[in-house]
């Protein structure tokens, strides 16, 4: 085959080796703008097992690679004057120019041809004349914007400003971050050792403190000495230099992440980043470019057409490509983030920045650097106020909330059971609750209980609107009191626009097919075109509905119940005044923010009012309405929550969505943590996440990182009433307290834990 590859970089050298590798006969040429050894950027970052995998490849090369790697263990944070270290990460890293110019060596030793200084702006002439073109011509890539059209590129250019430097100031103890408070806001620098001599040296900003820096309107050589006065307490004197020589502008750059509809066109196929990017803090770029390099050229073998080839090529790397990009956006996110962090204790602040990609997992941690994750672990069991045992997973840290005392993180989410006559909660309430109370949890919630008839999602819905309802709840409150030392929460709410429904197992949110009652909500908009127009409120009902409101909350105080939700989430009542898709009053309650969240507040207000002054109030949102700016945004939420919190409410329980069936939410593990984690930390009230998070693992790791406060599992509760419990198994904690009569099966299953534990450890 006759083969032109455009553009010299790890992909480019890498594909042509790895053809000729499989057929001699190929006649490659690579065609570069550069000179040979004229690169920019310094270090890149590879992995033990990306090298093993090249080595499958073509082991020559990757022999050579290997004699130039810096190895490291350590990551070293530097925040706040305090520099913490932790170990097991493994990394190794080699000069990008050394890399390059070791692939041009196998290049040309396996007779490919490589031709410098040659600028290919169209690929068309190559693919003309030459069976297949190659379009390895990086983030910027003429190949695919000649063919823009076809590959359909989606180019994210993202936040932050940052500039490759390097440094002969040795990092070559540790993968090196830090964080420098400038007085023209934040810079830091991710520095690490790939060559005995020099260390790279990124450094990055927001795009504000660019601004204010005037970085835009410096040469080169004022950008970089104004980065070795920011940075000059880790420099030791050494000075910062730029190898870009060869680009334009002061080097400064956005990242631009890339991807693209399709990768191939006729004979041509975009890889490495022409193809798709990922963000460096993640250091996977060449990774992902070397190992497409490899499938492409694999695939020219096996496939018996360029198009079958292009074809597998396509579905086999999407996955990989996709799989890293998600990473490395919750990483390059966290920077873009990250002074909603800096403001966090030293040890959170590490925890956060290891754990940002979430592909390192608390239990990851542990593997790593587990004297690094006890102490982790001990200090945020002191902060919750627990100096017994410090050696406790995070989850099972105490929590207090006015004089609520929770005995661990963990909380059954409100879920309505659909079992309730008129209102009144039965025996299959009493048997659910009082086994999740038992089953070793924090904080239990009842499901959604109403304020009145109307206001019940369905005719199964639980309410406390009538004695006997606050018989039956009183009944189940005591017995948790007397046999258990979970704590119990009422959520109370109001269906508005979604009531008058069917059951949960039915047809959810569609009206009954007989003996509809009708529904009000802050304006009549319908949940469907299926459902009921509601009636918008005027000024009597929303007195009538506050006053309900505080009538449950007095029964609920009278049941004893330890804490209060007011449901103001999911398209419910109170949701309803809050999202704009819903709400279009024209009154001091339409309109404005303030104006949309004056009712839920009135509400709120009215009810603190009769609730005891030394147990807490929640209040559950929704943080995203999934349908952009037209709806509740994250960005929103956090104004929602400081309304909240100047209210008086002690706790934001973060949920997301079920406002609009327009939504289209993105669904994924944890997947609506980072609105509880914005909300927490950019205004400080305590917060609870939710959603889909299943595993001690979620749980410890978004605790410990300062996501939330407690972590509410819903569906996992259903499956397992005794999900505490068990986690504390799994964990290997046996601090736990079980129920008295349980105590012969917990010692089982402790035994079979160990078993299993020591069988493992012998395999
Ligand atoms: C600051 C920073 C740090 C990084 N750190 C790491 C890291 O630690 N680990 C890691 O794995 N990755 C890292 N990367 C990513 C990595 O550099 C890229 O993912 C990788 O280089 C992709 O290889 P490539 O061959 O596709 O593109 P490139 O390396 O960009 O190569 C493309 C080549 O095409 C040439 N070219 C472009 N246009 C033309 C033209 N018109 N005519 C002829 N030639 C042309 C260019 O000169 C270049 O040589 C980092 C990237 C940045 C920006
Ligand atoms: C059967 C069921 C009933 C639910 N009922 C309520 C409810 O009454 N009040 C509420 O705020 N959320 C309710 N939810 C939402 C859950 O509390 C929780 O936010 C959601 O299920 C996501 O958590 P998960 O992924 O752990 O299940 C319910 C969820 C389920 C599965």
Known sequence: MKVAVLGAGPAGLYFAISMKRRNPAHEITVFERNRPDDTFGWGVVLSAETLDNLAANDAVSAAWVREYFAYWDDIAVVHKGVRTISTGHGFCGIGRKRLLLLLQRRARDLGIELVFESEIADPRPFMSNHDLVIGADGLNSPSRATFADVFKPDIDVRKCKFVWLGTRQKFDDAFTFIFEETEHGWMWAHAYQFESETATFIVECSEES????????????????????????????????????????????????????????????????????????????????????????????????LEAA????????????????????????????????????PVQFNYSLLTRSQRISHENLRLRDPEWLAGAEAWFQRRSGNTDNVRRAPMFAPFQLRDLKLRNRVVVSPMAQYKAVDGCPTDWHFAHYA??????????????????????????CTGLYAPEHEIAWKRLVDFVHAETETRICAQIGHSGPKGSTQLGWQQSDAPLAAGNWPVMAASDVPWSPENQLPS???????????????????????????????HAAHGYLLSSFITPLTNRRLDEYGGSLENRMRY???????????????????????????????????????????LLQAAGVDICDVSAGQTSIRARPVYGRMFQTPFSDRIRN??????????????????????????????????????????????????????????????????????????????????
């Open 600 to 642: 839920p507040l009135e509400v709120f207000q009215a009810v603190r009012a009769v609730w005891p002054a030394e147990k807490p109030v929640s209040m559950r949102i929704s943080a995203n309405d999934w349908v952009g700016e037209e709806g509740v945004t994250p960005a929103e939420a956090v104004e929602i929550a400081r």
């Open 210 to 305: 660019w601004a204010a820096w005037g970085f835009g309107g410096m040469t080169r050589e004022q950008s970089i000495a104004a980065c070795e006065r920011i940075f000059a307490r880790h420099l030791g004197g050494h000075r910062l230099m730029s190898n870009a020589g060869h680009l334009r502008g002061s080097a400064w750059v956005n990242f631009p992440r890339v991807l693209c509809e399709r990768w191939s066109h006729k004979n041509l196929a975009l890889l490495g980043d022409a193809s798709a990017s990922a963000h460096f803090s993640i250091g996977s770029g060449t990774k992902l470019a070397l190992e497409s390099a490899v499938a492409l050229a694999d695939y020219l073998h096996s496939e018996p057409s």
């Open 536 to 566: 918008p409120m005027d000024r009597a009902d929303m007195e009538r509905v506050r006053d309900e409101f505080v009538a449950s909350a007095e029964m609920a105080a009278r049941c004893g119940f330890d804490m209060l939700e007011i």
């Open 435 to 460: 086994e999740r109370a038992k089953g070793g949890a924090g904080l239990v919630y009842i499901e959604m209980t109403c304020v009145s008839p109307e206001g019940r999602i369905t005719p199964g």
């Open 682 to 763: 950019e205004t400080g009230i305590a917060t609870m996440a939710v959603g889909n998070i299943y595993e001690p693992d979620h749980v410890n790791s978004i605790l410990l990182a300062g996501r939330a406060d407690l972590v509410c599992l819903a569906r996992p509760h259903l499956a397992d009433p005794y999900w505490t419990l068990h986690a504390a198994v799994q964990l290997g904690d046996r601090d736990v307290k079980w129920p008295d009569p349980y105590l012969a099966g917990r010692d089982q299953l402790y035994r079979l834990a160990e078993r299993t534990a020591t069988m493992g450890l012998k395999v």
């Open 310 to 345: 292009f074809d597998r090529y396509e579905s086999a790397r999407r996955t990989e490509v996709l799989r890293l990009q998600s990473a490395a956006r919750n990483s390059l996110e966290w920077f873009e983030d990250v002074e909603r962090y800096l403001d966090l204790n």
